[in-house]
């Protein structure tokens, strides 16, 4: 099965409900080497030689989200609405705190503190909460990855 680009879904999100608007002006190369981070970081053994290296790259990662989240004028992409960069990050930062946590014993260092508030603000709202399938199905699926 072919998944539509995240545009398409913006796109037919915008002509069915316009409001509140969830296009972006967000530039989207922004978190794009996130996943593919989270996902090598995760998946490294424990004693790995490179694990350093990949949570550095991971770190690296979150760094470019951490920036592009302290140039907003809101707690969200989107400012006080969600919006297309909302929808695309936030599930992966969201699935990357939870099995780092719970699989790796690594947590978001406190550096990152406008990821924190993110995480912390997007998880309030209700949209969020009405599709969030808690933090055990996240465990779960990446576990096998670990």
Known sequence: MVMPDSDVIVQHLEKEFPQPSMTSDIDPKIGSGLFPAFRAFLSAAKDAADTDKLQAALEGQLQEVEAAL????????????????????????????????HLKGYT??????????????????????????????IVAGWSAHH
């Open 108 to 137: 978001l260092p406190d550096r990152f503190s406008a990821l924190h508030k993110y995480l912390d603000y997007i998880k309030q709202q209700p949209a969020w909460q009405a599709t969030d399938y808690g933090a055990a199905a």
């Open 70 to 101: 302290q140039a907003q004028k809101g707690p969200l992409f989107g400012g006080d609405t969600l919006n297309a960069t909302d929808a695309a990050l936030g599930p992966k930062l969201y699935h990357a705190q939870v099995a780092l946590q």
